[in-house]
Structure formats: C-alpha cells, structure tokens
C-alpha cells in the first residue's frame, strides 16, 4: 500500500484518512436519505427545507449537510415536490347579510383570538366530489375543527364550527374574532347564530381577493399539495374521511411550521411541550426495535 500511494505522491497516511472521510460522507447520506424516506412516508409531500430543518434537528448541524448541499442530494434523488396549481370556488351569489372584514389590524397576540374558516373541493375516483370544511386557529396555525361531507350544505360547515367551539372550551368566546370568505354557509343563519350564541365576532371579506383570507388558503393549499393531490382519488367518502383525519392529525402533530419556529400547530394551540422532530425519530426507533424483538 506504502508503494502504490508512492506512485502517486502521497502518504499511505493520507490514504487511510481519505478512505474514512470517504466512508463517512457515505454513511452521512444514507443517514440523511433514511431520515427523509421515514417522513416522506408520514407526509409525502413535505418540502424540501422543512426536511433540511429536521434533519439538522435529528443528526445535529455537525453531522448533516450544509442547505446547499442537501438540496443538491434532494435533486439527485429525485426527491424535489413539483408545483402544482389548486383551484378555488365560493359561491356569494345569495341574499343573507354580509358582514363587514374585522379581521385587517387585527392583532392577533394569543390563541383563540382569530379563527379562519374555508371549505375546498377532495377528489373521488369516478369523477365525484366532496367537501371539507376547515376552521383554523390563526395564531397557532392548528386545524381546530374539520368535517369532510358530501354536498355543500350548511349543516356541514356548522359542524365544523362545533368542533372548533368544543376545542376552545365552549360557552362564552368573546373575544374570539371568526373570519371567513362571503359563502353562503357563512352567512346563513345557522352559522351566524352559532357564532353569536358563543359571543363570536362575524368577520368576512369584502371583495373577491383571496388574500382576504389568506391562511385559511394557505391551509388547504399545504393539505392538498403536500398530500391529497400526490395520493390516487380515494374510492369514496368513507376512505376519505380515514385518510384526511390522518392528514390532519399530522400536519397539527408532526408537520413543523415556519411560522411558529419548527413548533408543530397543535403543541402551540394547547400549550404542551414541543416534542422534536429528533425526540420523535427516536422514539420511533425504539418502537421498531422492541416491535422486532417481540416478533423474534
């Protein structure tokens, strides 16, 4: 080894080091790779810096890539999520009073304070449709209410908002600030009277600008492009419902948020101690590891 390293100048020293950086940036990638697999399979549509951030929080910055560096081995492995375009719908065609947009300077310093609500279209296979409706927390960014239906009707959207009432506690909310777009589910009198039996200020947009209720958009933009549109139509309503309930106990559970430092929705919408991405991976491990030795 000392003549072959000779013939080339160098030290069989420099040989041995190099072979162990070598081998070591191999096990770095598979490492990473393994990491980037294991969440792509609970949130297959997750982006790219979002896995860059767990990554660095698993392996430590020490031992994990430089972003660059990452994005490069996304793009190699073909791990790069191609955009995709949603579609939006409201219909505000109808005679119900519309209330006036609350929401603009609102500052929102605490949970519970302004609630977003939205409803987008799920595809079935055969061509067929439903309904989820949302109700967001917007401090904390947590699903705090959803239900997935059939057709458009009122009642469904109401459930929705009882679900999000039942999570904040109940009884008298005021305070409580809930916006929307101009729909007719809004605006109708079952909605509203909900919302004023609970002392919950009705706000609304007041034009046609998605922007008026941004977050409730960006909500089910993250659902859909991160996960419902990458998944085969579900074969009817009843698999939704299963797979959507999943979707969303991930994106508030495990799903990091820019906008909250990493912190997960719904760890910030209860208060609770913010489990890591690494606590979580390794938790993880030892599940599998115990659920091995049981099978052996």
Not at 98 to 111: A, D, F, G, R, T
Not at 147 to 175: D, H, R
Request: proline content about 4%; aromatic content about 10%; some cysteine.
């Amino acid at each position: 080894m000392e003549t072959l390293c000779g013939l080339f100048g160098k030290s069989k020293q420099a040989y041995y080091k190099h072979k162990r950086a070598t081998i070591s940036e191999k096990e770095c990638e598979s490492k990473i790779l393994e990491i980037v697999h294991y969440y792509r399979s609970l949130m297959p549509y997750i982006g790219c810096m979002k896995l860059y951030r767990i990554v660095c929080d698993i392996l430590g910055k020490q031992r994990s890539y430089a972003r660059d560096k990452f994005l490069a081995l996304m793009r190699r492995h073909k791990l790069v999520i191609p955009p995709r375009r949603p579609r939006h719908t409201t219909n505000s065609n109808h005679l119900y009073f519309k209330y006036p947009n609350c929401s603009k300077n609102l500052e929102v310093s605490h949970v519970n304070k302004l609630w977003v609500s939205d409803i987008t279209y799920i595809p079935l296979s055969g061509g067929n449709t439903c309904y989820l409706h949302l109700v967001t927390d917007y401090y904390s960014r947590a699903i705090i209410g959803h239900t997935l239906s059939p057709t458009l009707e009122a009642k469904y959207t109401v459930m929705a908002l009882e679900q999000a009432i039942a999570n904040a506690g109940g009884g008298n909310l005021c305070g409580t600030t809930h916006h929307s777009d101009r729909g007719v589910q809004y605006a109708s009198d079952a909605y509203t009277l909900l919302l004023k039996d609970h002392h919950i200020r009705i706000s609304m947009c007041e034009d046609y600008n998605p922007t008026d209720n941004a977050l409730a958009e960006r909500v089910n933009g993250i659902l859909k492009t991160e996960w419902i549109y990458r998944l085969s139509a579900f074969s009817d309503i009843q698999e939704a419902q299963e797979q959507i309930a999943h979707i969303i106990d991930l994106y508030n559970n495990v799903r990091p948020h820019w906008s909250l430092q990493h912190k997960t929705p719904m760890s910030v919408y209860r208060g609770d101690p913010f489990i890591t991405p690494a606590a979580r991976w390794f938790n993880n491990q030892e599940e599998e590891i115990e659920s091995s030795k049981k099978k052996k």
